[in-house]
Each structure stands twice: as C-alpha cells, then as structure tokens.
C-alpha cells in the first residue's frame, strides 16, 4: 500500500524554510507502522535539504557560503554565464538545485520518521521574488 | 509488485544527455498508477540530474560552472590530486560524481511521473572520451 | 513486504569508511531477489557517498577536494561564520553535509545489490573526533 501527497510552500525570497511539522503530519495521518517515505520537488530553482533545526545561525552560514560559492550572475566572476533571462539570481539558482537534492527518502519506523535528534526537513528556496513549490510526497509500504 | 529495468546511455563527451522519454517509456509499459521510479546509476564519473529542460544555455552554464568548480588535473590549482592513471579529467570526474546525485527517486501518479513543467532527467556525462553507462531503473508499486 | 535495520559505524576522524560489506549481509539475510534498498544517515554533519572502492587514492583527493572548498572555521576565508560553538570542524562539517548526500537507493536485482564494478558504499565523516553515526537501512520489495 502507497500513500501520495502534495505539500506547497509559499517563499519570499532566498533562504531554508523548514516543513517537517508537515511531514509529521502526512505520516500520522497514514497509519502506517515500518515504510519509506520520499519527498520530490517539482522545480529546478530550490532544493531539499535536510539539516541542524536547533541554531539558526546553522541556516545562516549554510546560506552565506552557497551565496559565495555561487554568486549572483551580476558579479564579475560570473561573467561568464549566458542564461539570463529571468534576472542575476535565475541561473546561480539552477547551480545550487544541481549542488543539493531534489529528492530525499527518510524511513518509517514504529509510525515515525527516522530523522535524528537534530535533523529538520527543509525547502532551500534559491530564487528571490516570491515562488510556490510543490513538494511531491510519496509512502511506500 | 515492482518492475526493474536497466537503460543504456552511450556518452561521447562530457556534458548533459537527457533520458526522459526513456523513463517515460518504461513508467507506461509498466500500467502503473501510483508509484515511485527510483533511479540509480552504476558508476562513479558521471551523476544523474533533474534540471530545466527548456533553455539548452541552463546545461551549457551547468558544465561551465563545474568545470571551473573542478578544473582538470593539469591546472595548476588541482597539483594536490594523486589518482591520475587515467588521465587529466579521470579525478575530476569523480569529485564531481561526489557532488551530483547517483540515485534519484520521482513519484509515479495517475499513471504518469510527477516531474514539474520544466524538469528533464539527465545523465551528466564527467569523462571526456565516449562511454557505455547504465542506468538501473526501479518502480515500486 | 519491508525490512529495516540500523548499522552503527564508529568514525575516528574526517575521511571515508567503507561499509559495503555490511550492507550485503543485511541484503543477504533478507532473502529477497528483487527490492529497493534505501539508506538514511540520521546526523548532519556526515554524508553517504558511492564511490570507486579500488584506488585509495581516490577516496584521498576526494577529501583534500572538499577540505579546500570548505576549509576550516580559523581559515581566514570563512571569517563570514557564525555557527562555531562546537569548534572549527563544526560548520564545515554542515556545509559538506549539505553538498553530499543523506539519503541514497541502490536497487536489489537477482537477491544482489546493483551496485557497479567499482561502486563502494561510504560514510564521508566531516568532524574530527570520534562520533558513533547511524545509518537506517530499509529494503522495500
């Protein structure tokens, strides 16, 4: 038996947006004791990330260094992009969705998630204008 | 019930070859409704990508970017590199497999695969002389 | 039907170990001839990686990879840190674990993982004191 579910997450702007409350959620309401559950994410300008949910200044750095890993389209050591399109945040944003997961698979087990003590499950929006993502779940059996 | 198959992608240079009409193929021979296509890939010089399908300039920037990420072993900037039997793109093409996905998971529903608007799959191809890759394919019901 | 299990790997400072072996055993004792295994590490500041399990060498050049592209918190290049309650190994260690995996799916053809020739499953230890990490297996069939 399987179990689908779509989750939609309203950013404003670059950075984590934890969603594991929803998750918990989705898992509950499926009764279902030992499974595997797996999360997909329908764009190729964000990411899932799975990371420390305890110090916010975990999120920050985790942002400042992929925001210096791959700057704006702008920046001189960029020049070299030509997919420009849609502004200086459009292609550093498909970088960073190939550097990090579009999909994660977490185990059920006794009816819970797997996650460790610290770990939190979490939107990583690259993109700076507002965007809606739709995160796919799906529970196997 | 689960069906397995294996997809065989013939590489002559690296950059990106998108598969998706492969995957599509094998999720409707398979009359399945509700599922998860998993995909693994059976080496490690080469990774598995969803990225935008409609803009080729995105893949040209993506290979452009991790060129300059992880030049090749003859720069002057890669002289720590030991492992180099197999020539000057050999270890390279492994870090980049450490940094891009070797399995990936898309939920399967109403009979089709959950893939946003834009997203292609794609083998990214890191060595420079032509491959034969294989590509593993698993729908769980 | 599904199986999960949970294998303990003691770290003794950064690198790769290797955990194929226990892997097979756990496939093996399963008794399945066609499946899903996945595995999930339950930390954040570790990575799964598939990668060549022949040349030393390799698992060698991956590490001084990333040890340069992520150096320690004292280097003047990651001034930017904020997160560094734990030591200069800590935040690295959340930024690798962001750029490697933590959850990984290698399918089960004819009772046997489809892992290629030179494929070896790894855990990539980011920290350098000794840890006791965990790694949840679950086999789907």
């Not at 399987?2 to 989705?26: C, K, N, P, W």
Request: glycine share 6%.
């Amino acid at each position: 038996m399987s179990s689908q579910s779509v989750v939609t997450i309203e950013t404003h702007g670059a950075g984590l947006y934890e969603f594991t409350d929803r998750v918990m959620v989705f898992i509950r309401s499926a009764r279902i004791e030992s499974g595997l559950l797996t999360l997909f994410l329908r764009h190729t300008s964000c990411s899932l990330l799975i990371q420390e949910n305890a110090d916010p200044d975990v999120r920050r750095d985790l942002d400042a260094f992929f925001r210096r890993l791959v700057p704006q389209a702008d920046d001189p050591a960029m020049a070299y992009l030509t997919h420009r399109a849609e502004g200086p945040d459009d292609m550093p944003a498909h970088i960073k969705a190939a550097l990090m997961p579009v999909s994660l698979s977490i185990p059920v087990m006794d009816g819970r998630l797997a996650l460790g003590t610290w770990q939190g499950v979490y939107l990583f929006e690259h993109r700076r204008r507002p965007h809606r993502r739709e995160v796919v779940l799906h529970l196997g059996g």
